[in-house]
């Protein structure tokens, strides 16, 4: 390796190996636990979006599909994992902004002498701060699978650095405006990975402001600073340019401006209205919780950090006190979570946890950075940490949050999605059309057919988007003369509008629903043929059960499916799980419905086996019918 001689003739690495640690420990741990394919929730939607540069749901995250795309020529692994890899990179760099922004900030105010030693400790505790951060629940729950929330924070710790290296400058004299402008175009960008970036703005805006609030008569900066803001932002132009092109995954089909528009502003996800009690607001603000994320240890340091650099940095605690309240007023007050989908809130906060982590690393320095010997007789500075043996602390806190949530965050076993969507498919005859209902049970199927171009005979159709006109100009030999496009059939309430859809597929292919509508809506005069867990639809009394299709299971994959065998288990495959069980049971039922005692026997100790919640049911339905 290289090496470069400083004036004092000190001998010096031109690559710093603390900043590097910051980017390759993270990286390898993340490799780890990475999950092999697709995964539930929204995976095999973005999945798919990305391998044909289209548009996911809203607002159609533009940056986050084009970082990943890159990582799809990869030679290795399906296009699932490769997302899944190019995630793990953006967690990555996130640590790597924690790593920087404790560097900058720890040396503020004071010399740090290198050549003392210094310089090693302090970059110790910086790369500490990143480490910590990358074993965080919330960040190692994002690094292993496909998420743009990683990406999101590494661009807004960029932001802060190029803020700070501005203020810096500024008050030496030496205006920089390039830094801001970066700054700004760095945001345009990050809009394109989440919206939630502009919660930001008002800490940014303040660090600024701080500095010399004159700053704001400068209306002539002001306009470039919005200019560049505005080039970062049209990343945006992704949507309406690819949307032309009719790729795979075109949500929202965003080619006219106001479609674009009903994308980019969220319209497809009106804000549900909930009466607030103290109980519900108590729990949308424990989606921001620092113990939960940092331990208690890793809150205390956090705690020192604040204390010990109030003097030094404070302009930015205050700029990054903003931020939190501003992330708790939009969250909390404005959206006023419902409690069911509170658990999607906890992700917006990943860049507020990327700051805390910052003063993690810089209460581990404030302990650990040198001090003049109280003696008076060494000249040497000596850290308080090795003459009091606290320098372990370094390594403990980053290596006890690594051990405790490598279980639960361990995901390279995780074939649960890939296995369900598989297993859906097995279950369905040539030529079927399936209905599905939850984004979990949908998304997996879509990359299969779209991307892994399995069953390509099947048509996947989606309940909640049958309203919607672009979802239907998607399928245009399936939905060409449709009911569904006359405007009095979409303005019905959807359980009519799937009930139509159904009787229009029925004349003339095989139909099937999967669990999650079967059990959603009404399906009219049909009965439902238990095929795994699919059901087709017959024709036949209202309220009536068909045979039952046994055989089906023995060509499943089950893989994990129960929670003894289950490595990672969210909740999102802990339903799977579920899925599987009462599906078991319910043909165990319909055995004993027919008089079948041994083999519905057999079967409900298969569900049994599969879920506590399941076994309980089970044993009442056992007893209830005397069968041993």
């Known amino acids: 390796m290289e090496r470069m001689a400083d004036r004092q003739g000190h001998i010096r690495c031109p690559i710093d190996l ?7 420990l993270p990286l390898a741990v993340y490799l780890l636990t990475l999950a092999p394919t697709v995964t539930f929730f929204d995976s095999g939607e973005f999945i798919t979006a990305i391998s044909c540069l289209g548009s996911p749901h809203s607002p159609g995250y533009p940056l986050f599909v084009n970082y990943a795309k890159v990582f799809t020529f990869l030679p290795f692994g399906d296009i699932a994992f490769r997302v899944n890899f190019a995630t793990a990179v953006s967690a990555s760099l996130a640590c790597l902004g924690v790593y920087l922004l404790t560097l900058h900030l720890s040396g503020a105010g004071e010399d740090c002498p290198e050549r003392e030693g210094a310089g090693s400790l302090r970059r110790l505790a910086c790369l500490s701060a990143a480490l910590v951060f990358a074993f965080t629940p919330r960040l ?26 501005w203020r810096d400058s500024y008050r030496a004299g030496d205006e920089r405006p390039a830094y801001v402008y970066l700054g700004a175009f760095l945001s345009g ?28 008569l400068r209306v002539r900066e002001q306009l470039l600073a919005a200019a560049f803001f505005i080039v970062g932002c049209s990343v945006y132009l992704h949507m309406p340019v690819r949307a032309v092109r009719n790729p795979i995954l075109n949500w929202g089909d965003p080619q006219t401006l106001e479609r674009f528009l009903w994308s980019f502003l969220r319209e497809g996800y009106p804000m549900q209205q909930v009466d607030r009690d103290w109980t519900l607001f108590l729990r949308q603000l424990g989606a921001f919780d620092l113990v939960r994320e940092f331990g208690f240890a890793g809150f205390a340091l956090l705690i020192t950090g604040a204390v010990c650099y109030h003097r030094k940095i ?23 979570t419902p409690e069911k989908t509170i658990f999607l809130t906890e992700e917006f906060f990943t860049p507020l946890y990327l700051l805390a982590a910052v003063f993690v690393g810089l209460g581990m320095f404030s302990l650990a950075r040198p001090r003049p010997d109280p003696t008076g007789q060494m000249a040497k500075m000596l850290p308080v940490l090795r003459r009091f043996g606290a320098m372990p602390l370094l390594v ?3 290596l006890f949050q690594c051990v405790n949530g ?47 171009r399995m069953r390509e005979d099947l048509a996947l159709i989606h309940v909640p988007h049958l309203q919607f006109d672009w979802y239907l100009d998607g399928f245009p030999t399936l939905f060409r003369s449709s009911v569904l496009r006359q405007p ?9 509008v799937l009930r139509c859809a159904e009787e229009e597929q029925l004349a003339v292919r095989p139909v099937f629903v999967d669990f999650s509508t079967r059990y959603s809506v009404d399906h009219g005069n049909y009965a439902l043929r238990q095929r795994g867990i699919c059901y087709g639809l017959v024709k036949g009394p209202k309220g009536t059960r068909a045979s039952v299709d046994l055989p089906v299971w023995d060509v499943y994959s089950l893989r994990g499916v129960s929670l003894q065998e289950a490595g990672f288990l969210d909740a999102d495959s802990e339903k799977a799980v579920l899925i599987y069980g009462y599906s078991r049971m319910e043909g165990g039922q319909a055995l004993l419905a027919a008089g079948m005692v041994h083999a519905a026997a057999r079967e409900l100790r298969a569900a049994a086996a599969i879920h506590p919640d399941v076994r309980v049911q089970v044993q009442r339905i056992l007893a209830e019918k005397k069968v041993h």
């Open 314 to 336: 404070g302009e930015f605690i205050i700029s990054c006190t903003i931020a939190v309240l501003v992330f708790l007023a939009f969250v909390v007050g404005y959206q006023n």
């Open 18 to 24: 603390f900043g590097a640690g910051a980017v390759i």
């Open 140 to 165: 190692w729950l994002q690094s292993n699978h496909d998420k743009p929330y990683p990406l999101l924070s590494f661009l807004a710790a960029l932001v802060f650095l190029l803020l700070l290296k």
């Open 189 to 216: 960008l990050a809009l394109g990975a989440h919206q939630t970036i502009v919660l930001l703005a008002p800490s940014y805006a303040f660090l600024i402001l701080a500095t010399d609030w004159r700053l704001i």
């Open 488 to 496: 009095e059939t979409r303005r019905r309430p959807l359980a009519q």
């Open 396 to 398: 403990a806190l980053p």
């Open 406 to 452: 490598y279980r639960f965050n361990d995901q390279h076993d995780n074939y649960l999605a890939y296995d369900y969507a598989v297993n859906t498919f097995r279950s369905l005859p040539t030529g079927a059309a399936l209905f599905t209902w939850g984004d979990s049970g949908a998304f997996p199927l879509w990359y299969l057919q779209g991307v892994e």
